[in-house]
């Protein structure tokens, strides 16, 4: 947009405001080095990084109408939802302040995700993302610039701290880290550096149990606050993102392996032996596993698994072992999850 064109788009706006409607998709992701742990506000007690997947996603169209008192409408899935508002009105309120052209708005949000509601996979990462994307979008009309993804990082962060690394991919940092240029607890950046083999990586998520976990992810980061291990944990994040950086830049799959499933089990572990303790996995979870390994020592195949704050199992393996996982996973490993059912993702460059 050119200067007078901006000016005149400024003015018109003060006078009139101004409608835009966007519509952005954004994906989930899956940590490989986790966030476990945070301070006010969404600071991370330790970096993490994370694959961004392409398939499981939310697409989500904003109306922003200009309005002297603003509301949040919401459709989820083609249906009034008025109970997913509060948590939308109070990301709206915490981000203000960066955004304080949002004052002036009634946002009528409509989402849907392409994953089923109540599959246990997340929806705060791929929802907070996009709707972060969406706000980003209006600020780059108002402005006449291009959008701001570090932005859309920033504001997906203050809505749900993993939210932050599902702007971009296939592989993105949160959170300081002593070897990462440019890391920050505010925002996400792309990890550029990765050998080929990672761009190809695939994410089958086996269903070992959908619907709604025991203990959300909010109590699970609170319950680091006062956790025996706290420091020991934050330390070991630190440490495997040190040796998962040179990993990644070389390809050494064998490494990779290694330090991806010791951080799952190092993130159960931290709730297995929090005050009060909780378990999130269940016996398909670890029947999986032991079936993973068994077949990874058995084939040479470089496939691991990881899992998120939940019970089911990411099988994560390069593209061009597909054939064989998929055969596992349908000979074995589908009869651990409910309803036998799974989903097959891989990497993808974040949101649209
Ligand atoms: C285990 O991002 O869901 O998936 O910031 O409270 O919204 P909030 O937490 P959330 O925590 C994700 C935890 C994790 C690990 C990870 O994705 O790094």
Known sequence: MND????????????????????????????????????????PANPSISFTLSKAF????????????????L???????????????SFVDRIEIYCPYLKGYSLNIETSNSFPHSSGIASSASGMAALAMAICSLEAKLSG???????????????????????????????????????SDLFA?????????FNTYQDAILL?????????????????????????????????LAKLLPVLRGGELDQFIEIVELEALSLHAMMLSSTPSYILMQPGTLSIIQRIRTFRAETNIPVCFTLDAGAN??????????????????NELAAFCEDEQYLIDECGFGAK
């Open 75 to 89: 459709k989820f899935e083609g249906e009034a939802k008025p109970s997913f508002i509060p948590k939308i009105q």
């Open 208 to 240: 070992v149990h959908k619907g709604v976990k025991s203990v959300s992810s909010t109590v699970g980061h609170n319950l680091m606050n006062n956790h025996p291990f706290a420091n020991q944990r934050f330390a070991q994040a630190n440490d495997h």
């Open 313 to 330: 199992v990411h099988v994560l393996y390069p593209a061009e072992h597909k054939r064989r996982v998929i055969d596992l996973i349908d």
């Open 58 to 73: 939310t697409d989500t169209t904003v109306s922003f109408e200009p309005s002297k008192s603003p509301e949040i409408n």
């Open 145 to 183: 610039s291009e959008v701001d993804l570090k932005k859309a990082s920033f504001l997906a962060r203050l809505g749900s701290g993993s939210a932050a690394r599902s702007i971009e991919g296939p592989l993105m940092s949160w959170g300081f880290h002593k070897d990462i240029a440019e890391s």
């Open 4 to 43: 007078q064109l901006l000016e005149e788009f400024k003015s018109n706006l003060k006078e009139n405001g101004f409608s835009y409607c966007t519509t952005h998709r954004a994906p989930s992701n899956i940590a490989l080095v986790k966030y476990w742990g945070k301070y006010d506000p969404q600071i």
């Open 189 to 197: 950046t792309p990890f550029l550096e990765a050998h080929p083999i």
